[in-house]
């Protein structure tokens, strides 16, 4: 048997591990592995390297993905010729790790092709399974961030927001804001009443505070209006979240006549080596894909819920991102705590 492992889409802590744990698997049962590189390019182009034992030892540590990515080329009108050059590798299948581009893209060869996939993302947004690696990676980055920001803001008596990424789904803030415990949480899910949301700011300043940090999503929505987000033609993703951390400082300044100051995480949220739970989790997502492989199980998808990964159809990550539900317990619990969400 012969297996190829391929990363698609942005990168996230933990693709790493994916690779290592299924490579090991697979040639523990004396399975053929070859590294698909740069994504769906490296189909068409027949770009590969071997994958062994010795190649991916301790790949796990680190961030990024040791097979390169790509978004730039899906399958789309080509699926005759991905499903020729596939074949023309000589695969008996292939794992692949990506989001809901890379699914929906391969949801056209599926019918064609043995395929298992692995969602990740960084957002926490895709729809089919309660958790993605490398959330939880990003969140401990924003986390820290927050409590170090905090350091400045008390010493300068300034207001400091912290911007994550995310999309239009809030997990990243909601989660790395609660674990830092922000004094403001921003979510896309929930209009921004920028009323309230001075008042909230001025009553924790009157009341002894030196200094604030919000935690805002990019997805962020202000006064109304469309998300802010800049046009670049001829990428994948031509929409651009990014830049809410920037007008509100300015508003807020004006509001609260104290020094405010943005910070945009961006990429850094992505290259995080993963921490021990997401090398955990993208251990067993390998293994299991492996596993699976060996038993002869295909065109499935592995989604972690109720506490464990199960097979699911692979049209299931493709259904509208999982945003946040402002009644659930950890938003209720964040406001009782007096952090305004």
Request: glycine letters at 12%; a negative charge; hydrophobic letters at 40%.
């Amino acid at each position: 048997m012969k297996v190829g492992i391929m990363t698609g889409g942005g990168d996230a802590p933990g693709l790493n591990g994916v690779i290592e744990s299924a490579t090991k698997y697979l040639n523990q049962n004396g399975v053929e592995v070859v590294g698909i590189v740069d994504g769906f390019e490296g189909i068409f182009d027949l770009n590969t390297i071997d994958l062994n034992r010795s190649r991916v030892d301790g790949a796990y540590q680190t961030s990024g993905t040791i097979l390169g990515t790509s978004n730039k080329r899906g399958i789309g009108e080509d699926a005759e010729e991905f499903i020729e050059k596939f074949n023309e590798l000589g695969l008996d299948g292939l794992i692949a790790a990506g989001g809901d581009g890379t699914f929906q893209a391969l949801g056209a060869v599926s019918d064609k092709i043995n395929i298992l996939g692995i969602p990740k993302t960084i957002d926490n947004d895709l729809a089919g399974t309660d958790m993605t690696f490398g959330h939880h990676t990003a969140s401990s980055l924003i986390s820290k961030s927050i409590a170090t920001l905090k350091h400045s803001a008390n010493a300068h008596k300034r207001v400091m927001i912290l911007e994550t990424m995310g999309r239009t789904a809030g997990w990243l803030a909601l989660n790395g804001g609660r674990a830092g415990y922000s004094d403001a949480i921003l979510l896309p899910e929930k209009e921004l009443d920028m009323q309230a949301f001075v008042a909230d700011c001025k009553e924790k300043l009157s009341n002894g505070r030196r200094g604030l940090v919000i935690c805002v999503s990019e997805g962020v929505k202000y006064q109304g209006k469309s998300s802010i987000k800049k046009i670049v033609e001829g990428a994948p993703e031509q929409e651009r979240l990014g830049g809410i951390s920037d007008i509100l400082a300015n508003a807020l300044e004006k509001e609260l006549s104290v020094e405010c100051r943005n910070v945009i995480l961006g990429h850094l949220q992505r290259s995080e080596p993963p921490e021990i739970f997401d090398q955990l989790f993208s251990m067993e997502l390998g293994a299991k894909a492996a596993e699976l492989a060996m038993e002869g199980v295909w065109n499935k998808g592995l989604a972690y819920k109720n506490c464990g990964i199960k097979s699911v159809e692979l049209n299931e990550f493709c259904a509208p991102p999982r945003r946040v539900n402002l009644d659930i317990e950890e938003v209720r619990h964040a406001r009782g705590l007096g952090i305004y969400i």
